[in-house]
């Protein structure tokens, strides 16, 4: 008898087509996410699943479906999944590393650009019929040339943010939760403690997996210490940083702005920070292009067949003792 598995969203590519020849397929037939109920049903009697960071796979959930094997995250986190109820039941996890590294650096970049020239503000101006013709003080941005960039985890997304840095003839500093003497030469970045880097970067980004050690790393202390004038870009996990702190400094002018594709309470946004002009706001796309997602859904659906076929899988994620 063919083994029952679940995926919890089409995902680009024909990963799913694929998935039909060894497996018995149950597709979230929505163009949406499935809804707690909705992934509780469908996950019944299944071996395996492809979920998202956005399905909540919880104690609840892993207990109330004793047939799980394997839960092949479709992303480089998982947070979303209690990975110690999943040991306990010696379900395998795995994610999607590496292959989103660059997409999602670019991502990055492409905030740190935005909120320095202040290209979002000014496009909607002009949509708005309101360009009048060249004028010495619109929409004055600020250098990125130049400037200090603080990367806060140099993991594989943060050193490739870190390596982008080269063209702007950026200063680089980073902190991380261990030194990296090797790619510190290599990128000529100098290591600070949280503290320091706060209070000496222009442009901060957040590179740290969301974890019970890092949630609210950037909390209203820390806020409180970032350079007056700086610019905050997280495109890895919302709470990493206190929002509400976030926006009161926004709102004080204490910074100068802040990039973000991810949020506390995902996909609400804390009150107020909609309609702060020096924000600029994306719905979570950091791996968003085409190549990667097809590559993303692939190496799920490998891992998925990997442990379900008896094999061990290229990207299981280290589970707690
Ligand atoms: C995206 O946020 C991911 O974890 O892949």
Redesign the pocket.
């Known amino acids: 008898m063919r083994e029952k598995v679940l995926v919890t969203r089409k995902l680009p590519g024909s990963m799913a087509e694929g998935l039909r020849s060894s497996f018995e397929v149950v597709l979230n037939p929505h163009d949406r996410n499935l809804t707690r109920g909705e992934l509780f049903r469908m996950a019944e009697g299944c071996a395996g699943m492809i979920s998202l960071?956005s399905d909540t796979l919880d104690r609840e959930f892993i207990e109330s479906h004793p047939r799980l094997k394997v839960i092949a995250n479709c992303?480089?986190?998982y947070n979303n999944i209690d990975l110690h109820a999943a040991a306990e039941r010696g379900i395998v996890v795995t994610n999607?590393p590496g292959v989103?590294t660059e997409t999602t650096a670019d991502l990055a970049w492409a905030l740190i650009l935005a909120l320095g020239r202040r290209v979002v503000e000014s496009d909607r101006y002009t949509r708005e019929g309101r360009f009048g013709g060249w004028a010495p003080e619109l929409f004055l941005g600020t250098d990125i040339y130049g400037k200090t960039l603080g990367i806060v985890g140099l993991g594989r997304i943060g050193a490739a943010v870190a390596r982008r840095a080269a063209g702007f003839s950026m200063k680089l500093i980073y902190h991380s939760r261990s030194r990296k003497p090797e790619l510190e030469k290599a990128l000529g970045a100098g290591y600070r403690e949280l503290d320091s880097l706060l209070a000496e970067a222009d442009f901060i980004s957040l590179h740290t997996p969301l974890d019970p050690g890092t949630r609210h790393l950037l909390d209203r202390r820390r806020i409180s210490l970032m350079k007056p004038g700086s610019f905050l870009i997280n495109t890895s996990r919302g709470p990493l940083v206190d929002e509400g702190a976030l926006v009161e400094a926004l709102a004080s002018g204490k910074l100068a702005g802040a990039g973000l594709d991810v949020y506390e309470n995902e996909p609400e946004l804390h009150p107020g920070l909609a309609g702060l002009p020096n924000t600029v706001l994306l719905p979570?796309i950091?791996?968003a292009s085409t190549e990667t997602r097809v590559k993303m859904a692939r190496m799920a659906a490998e891992n998925l067949t990997a442990v379900l076929t008896g094999r061990t899988p290229p990207n299981p994620v280290p589970l707690p003792e």
Do not use: D, K, P, Q
């Open positions: 960071l992303a480089v986190g999607t989103l979570h950091g791996s």
